[in-house]
């Protein structure tokens, strides 16, 4: 008889399941070294490879998108869609993240620790209009090999339509593009079936070398921070799903866990996209509609990082001895709104971007230098919530086209 192959989400969950057990070993037995040294230089081969093809596979399947809708308008349809429910999403994030702060804070869970110690050089934001004008490039190779995923995404815009525009003469094109576009999507699948390796290592070196920092001093803010995220998750993205994608959580939270899973170990959206568009698909999204929103949310739709900083926000403003106004907070929903899109799909980038929320309130931004260490803890959460949000976008996008279709015909 043939043996049955695992399927990847099983297989992706064992590597989890193991990688927790064999980290956990190796920090009893002191050997964080090994796992340092030996195992995590496997799941950095991994996030490369992924890296490598995600400019190609934002870029080819969006074009590839856009050709298939075959209509600028529709186009502008999803984007306006995909758009508001971005927004409504991520301020519904920071709600839920400053709620659970100060019921913790409240409640004198979290540690005042001082700050005044603490070395931390924020990098200098340009403001509104230079980073609107940013997003446009002006050397499109230079936006490929950065991989500025925004700038990508507005050339393929912009690439998209022109073919479109040109109509018959641009025929060529069209099947270069579709052409390899297949080709982009074997590599996908390919590098795909080697997440299990990457979950495994990553997970045994988290686990082995962040242990100590778990049971520190920090636990019950991360704590918090998770239970904001898990809300959300629950509430938020169970509804979505429910009422608007017409897909039953339970199956949606299922069929949406390979990419849940890599995006908690790899913490990086942008790694994640040729994993959340293989679950969108099997959870019977659009493909257009996923080739578009998807890139787009592994960009510019934050909700768990939008959490953490509003989280990280009340902590250090506790910490600087800070109690926050209705007004302050509700400049902190506004500003980690603004902050959560800006942020790029990639590790770590939400610290970096909690300084400007930090900035808006006045709580100085070297205390972000007592939540560094653990960081890599917080950013497992926020990227698993992050891509879990861009996959049940793409599903809710596809339901409501499909009724304005439906509405067309009759
Ligand atoms: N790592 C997150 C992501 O890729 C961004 C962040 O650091 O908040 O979605």
Redesign the pocket.
């Known amino acids: 008889m043939k043996k049955k192959k695992l399927s990847l989400p099983i297989q992706i969950l064992i590597a989890l399941i193991a990688g927790i057990v064999v980290g956990l070993v190796c920090y009893f037995a002191k050997w964080e070294g090994f796992t340092e040294d030996y195992l995590k230089p496997f799941g950095d081969i991994f996030v490369n490879l992924l890296k490598f093809i995600v400019v190609p596979v934002v870029l080819f399947s969006m074009i590839d998108g856009i050709l298939s809708m075959d209509d600028m308008k529709k186009v502008g349809s999803v984007g306006v869609k995909t758009v508001l429910y971005f927004l409504v999403t991520t301020a519904i994030a920071c709600v839920i993240g400053l709620v659970f702060a100060n019921i913790f804070k409240g409640a004198g869970l979290f540690p005042i620790l001082d700050g005044s110690e603490q070395e931390y050089t924020a990098s200098e934001f340009g403001g509104f209009m230079s980073t609107l004008v940013s997003i446009f490039p002006s050397n499109m190779w230079q936006s490929f090999s950065t991989a500025n995923m925004l700038q990508v995404i507005v050339i393929a815009l912009f690439f998209g339509g022109a073919i479109l525009a040109a109509g018959e003469k641009a025929r060529l094109c069209r099947d270069i593009v579709s052409s390899f576009y297949s080709v982009i999507e074997k590599l996908m699948m390919f590098v795909i079936s080697l997440a299990p390796i990457g979950v495994f290592t990553y997970m045994s070196w988290v686990v082995a070398t962040q242990g100590a920092e778990i049971l520190g001093s920090l636990a019950l803010v991360l704590l918090c921070a998770y239970v904001g995220y898990i809300v959300h998750a629950v509430v938020i993205y169970s509804f979505s799903a429910k009422v608007f994608g017409k897909i039953s959580p339970l199956k949606f939270f299922r069929l949406a866990s390979p990419a849940m899973i890599f995006?908690f170990t790899s913490?990086?959206?942008?790694a994640t996209l040729p994993v959340s568009k293989e679950c969108a698909d099997e959870m019977g999204a659009d493909k257009d509609v996923a080739s578009f929103v998807l890139p787009l949310g592994?960009t510019i739709n934050?909700d768990?990082?939008a959490i953490?900083q509003c989280v990280a926000t009340v902590f250090l403003a506790s910490c600087a001895g800070m109690d926050l106004t209705l007004g302050q907070m509700v400049m902190v929903v506004v500003t980690a709104t603004l902050a959560?899109i800006g942020?790029?799909?990639?590790?770590?980038?939400?610290?970096i971007m909690l300084a400007m929320v930090l900035e808006a309130i006045g709580v100085p931004v070297s205390y972000i230098g007592l939540i560094v260490a653990v960081d890599r803890l917080f950013?497992m959460g926020?990227?698993c919530l992050?891509?879990t949000g861009d996959i049940a976008c793409s599903v809710c996008v596809t339901n409501w086209e499909a009724k304005k279709k439906a509405k067309a015909a009759k």
Do not use: F, I, K, L
Request: neutral net charge; hydrophobic residues 30%; without cysteine.
């Open positions: 995006a913490t990086s959206s942008a592994s934050m768990g990082t953490y959560s942020t790029a799909g990639v590790s770590g980038a939400g610290m950013d926020r990227t992050n891509v």
